[in-house]
């Protein structure tokens, strides 16, 4: 059975930066697409940032140029580096893979003060 653990969330003033981590457990193939999505209260989750094994990545246009992601394929791993970030970036961030299913994280938050 597939778990994916995140781990990096937290509290941080605006402008800092913090780092999230997911790793996935119970298989050993990689899988062809992953990422990261996000809800704040009162919101639809969206998709942040994602990453493919063919096509690249694709970003949220509020997060452009702020948010890096990245994958250790070998480890079956993904990364959200998040730079000068806002407190509208304020939400719980959840990871995210795909291949031929969805499978989701638990969700961390990451809480950005003014």
């Known amino acids: 059975q597939v778990q994916l653990v995140e781990s990096g969330g937290g509290l941080v003033q605006a402008g800092g930066s913090l780092r999230l981590s997911c790793a996935a457990s119970?298989?050993?193939?990689?899988?062809?697409?992953m990422g990261w999505f996000r809800q704040a209260p009162g919101k639809q989750r969206e998709l942040v940032a994602s990453i493919a094994t063919i096509g690249g990545t694709n970003y949220l246009d509020s997060v452009k140029g702020r948010f890096t992601i990245s994958r250790d394929i070998a480890k079956n791993m993904v990364y959200l580096q998040m730079n000068s970030l806002k407190p509208e970036d304020t939400a719980v961030y959840y990871c995210?893979?795909?291949?031929?299913?969805?499978?989701w994280g638990q969700g961390t938050q990451v809480t950005v003060s003014s």
């Open positions: 119970g298989r050993r193939n990689s899988f062809s697409r």
């Open positions: 995210w893979m795909y291949d031929s299913s969805n499978y």
